[in-house]
């Protein structure tokens, strides 16, 4: 392969050229079978973790969150001895063959061979290196063969894999020798086979392609191998019609590239509207709330009164009934009045005026025998109940009326030590997804906070629920984005004791507990 390109070209395909695993430059590329490609150590890295997680479940070295974590990248030269023909396993080969492809998330599976099975991709490797030439175009490719000083090569021999200048490629390479007939191409420091060799059988040249399997293969694959009852074709014929169909896709994205811009163009006022939308949904949320504070504060103030005024009453007459009391004490009040009144020696002016002291003094008497506060020091009355309220606001959503409330099936809904439960939907087909929740209501009406569930069908098993407990459930629909109000609660109750359903052949019973399996047996029912 010669040229370099142009450099604006191969500037804007460098996303193309990072692997997905790496996140760098391809180094020594393989083509997965699902058409992806990655580097050769990524390959053995994600096998290695794959398979260190397996074996290694449970313990505190293992990490199973993500089996795409990055090890010690092995050396090629160990790769290398893995892969060499002849070789036998031992503790550092991997006994996983499948992984997630780091391009797509597929799982790809790389069969028996493993990493012996797949492809080099000399093509990426080319146009990678052609890559890094481009990026350090300062950079020379110096002559391999030149007596110190060195000059700057001028072609680079594949054969010899070598680079040279003018004069030392016409030393090495003279004119009417066998040397002269080497493919050279411009200066570059990546020198691949020349030929393809099949995986499969590694002395064999590929040589046909696959039109079932979209691969290369050689002659033995085609007789008596994986493919020999697959539909082949000649290299050439592949060749041709490969790139015939390469180009028309490239003409066709080369001539709708106003089209594309028109989109690009479009797009962008997609985003603006978006974020216009989004801003004007938020004011909108925000006057929805600021009524709410409205009515809050509201609220407030009127209790606060009433609560202030109810205080000032009460306080009114405590300070009443304690003035009176006051005044039965000496030398105050009814007490100091009556002793005033004793002086006096007139018969007649002493009853007209001892008559009514003494009923007085009589019932200012009773009331010490029997103490009665004037008013009540509680405002239990006036303590607001906000659990409901509470409740309501903590489900406070904004629901989309473009898809319908699933109703849950009371009748095909079933609890014994786990629960069933099945609802139905109008938009079945439409709906993407359905959110499940549940929660224990304890015997004082005390509910605790919703757990939820994921299901993609309109059914569910829910495990491992306490006896003798009621539960409630409801589920809600989800299409995109867009998600559906909550059904109707459904209350159910476990019994009090483990369920046992009695099983058996030949007059035995069996007595075993009921188990997700039967309320699955009972849903097919």
């Keep these: 392969v010669s040229g370099t390109g142009s450099p604006v070209t191969i500037k804007n395909i460098e996303r193309e050229l990072i692997c997905p695993a790496c996140k760098e430059l391809f180094t020594h590329p393989l083509i997965l079978p699902c058409q992806h490609s990655i580097c050769h150590k990524c390959v053995k890295e994600l096998l290695l973790t794959l398979d260190d997680s397996f074996n290694d479940v449970g313990s505190d070295n293992s990490n199973q969150s993500s089996p795409r974590l990055r090890l010690p990248s092995p050396s090629m030269d160990k790769i290398d001895r893995i892969n060499r023909p002849g070789w036998k396993r031992n503790s550092l080969t991997p006994r996983t063959t499948i992984f997630p492809c780091p391009g797509c998330e597929h799982d790809v599976d790389l069969g028996e061979r493993g990493i012996n099975g797949l492809f080099r991709n000399f093509t990426l490797e080319t146009i990678v290196e052609r890559y890094r030439q481009a990026a350090r175009a300062a950079t020379a490719i110096m002559c391999d063969l030149c007596k110190p000083p060195p000059q700057e090569s001028t072609k680079s021999c594949m054969d010899c894999s070598a680079s040279y200048c003018n004069e030392c490629f016409k030393i090495y390479h003279p004119w009417g020798t066998v040397k002269a007939q ?37 002659h033995l694959c085609k007789l008596g191998g994986n493919h020999s009852n697959h539909r082949v074709t000649t290299m050439s014929s592949a060749y041709k019609t490969l790139k015939e169909k ?79 009391y006051r005044g039965l004490l000496e030398n105050n009040g009814l007490v100091g009045y009556a002793q005033e009144v004793l002086k006096e020696t007139d018969q007649s002016c002493f009853v007209q005026t001892a008559k009514q002291l003494h009923l007085r003094i009589q019932k200012a008497t009773e009331s010490l025998k029997s103490f009665r506060p004037a008013a009540q020091t509680s405002f239990e009355d006036y303590v607001v109940n906000t659990s409901k309220q509470t409740e309501l606001l903590g489900e406070l959503s904004f629901f989309s009326s473009g898809i319908d409330v699933p109703e849950i099936n009371e009748e095909q809904s079933k609890v014994y030590n786990n629960a069933l439960i099945n609802w139905q939907h109008p938009e079945k087909d439409k709906a993407d997804s359905y959110v499940l929740e549940y929660r224990k209501i304890n015997r004082d009406d005390e509910m605790l906070s919703w757990n939820e569930v994921e299901v993609c069908g309109t059914s569910k098993i829910i495990q491992d629920l306490e006896n003798s407990s009621t539960y409630a459930f409801r589920v809600r629909a989800y299409r ?16 009090p004791a483990p369920a046992f359903a009695l099983m058996g052949s030949g007059g035995i019973q069996l007595e075993e507990p009921i188990t997700a399996k039967y309320l699955e047996y009972q849903e097919n029912m």
Excluded: W
């Excluded at 896709?249 to 989004?278: A, P, R």
């Design 182 to 218: 080497h493919e050279y191409v411009g200066p570059t420091t990546n020198f691949r086979p020349k030929i393809l060799m099949c995986p499969e059988h590694e002395t064999e040249r590929i040589n046909m392609y696959c039109e079932l399997c979209r691969r290369p293969v050689c």
């Design 246 to 324: 390469l180009s028309k896709d490239i003409d066709y994205l080369i001539g709708k590239e106003s089209q594309v811009k028109s989109q690009i163009s479009e797009l962008n006022l997609l985003m603006k509207e978006t974020e216009c939308n989004g801003e004007r949904a938020k004011e909108e949320a925000i006057t929805h709330f600021e009524k709410l504070f409205e009515i809050l504060e509201e609220r407030k103030s009127s209790v606060l009164k009433a609560i202030d005024s109810s205080k000032k009453l009460r306080l009114d007459k405590f300070q009443t009934q304690m003035e009176e």
């Design 480 to 495: 995109g984005s867009i998600c559906s109000p909550c059904s109707r609660e459904l209350i159910l109750h476990t019994p």
